[in-house]
C-alpha cells in the first residue's frame, strides 16, 4: 500500500506515512500551520482519534469507509451505499460526525454530490 501511494504522489507534492499518533503531532506543529495537509486512515475511528484531537481539521470525508475491514458482515450497518459500519466504527463515526467545527460527510468521487454523515447516521 505505502508502494502505491508513493507512486501516486504529484511531483512537488511530500508524503508522510505515519502512525496515528505521529499524524496528530504532525498536525498540531506551527511549523505547518500555513500547510494544507491531506490525511488519509485506514477506518473512521482513525479519523476521529485526528478529528478530536485537531483543532485545525476542516473536514472528513468517509467515503468506502468499512467496506474493506474484516469484521463479520452481519455486524455492519450501511450507512450509505458506499459506507458499511461495525458497532466500533458506527460509534466513532458518531463522536466524529458531533463535531460541529468539522464537516463530516461522504463523497466517493468529486463528481457526487456531498452526503452529511451526521444527518444519515441519525437512524442509527
Request: with cysteine.
Amino acid at each position: 500500500m505505502q508502494m502505491t501511494l508513493k507512486m501516486a504522489v504529484p511531483d512537488g507534492t511530500k508524503l508522510l506515512i505515519r502512525s496515528v499518533k505521529d499524524a496528530i503531532r504532525i498536525f498540531n506543529d506551527p511549523r505547518g500551520k500555513d500547510k494544507r495537509i491531506f490525511g488519509i486512515c485506514n477506518c473512521v475511528s482513525d479519523a476521529n482519534k485526528i478529528a478530536q484531537n485537531v483543532q485545525d481539521i476542516e473536514a472528513v470525508n468517509v467515503a468506502n469507509a468499512g467496506r474493506f475491514d474484516k469484521s463479520d458482515p452481519k455486524s455492519k450497518v450501511k450507512v450509505f451505499h458506499s459506507v458499511q459500519l461495525n458497532p466500533d466504527e458506527l460509534k466513532a463515526a458518531k463522536e466524529l460526525a458531533a463535531l460541529k467545527r468539522v464537516d463530516t460527510y461522504n463523497q466517493v468521487l468529486p463528481s457526487n454530490e456531498r452526503k452529511d454523515l451526521a444527518e444519515a447516521l441519525e437512524k442509527f
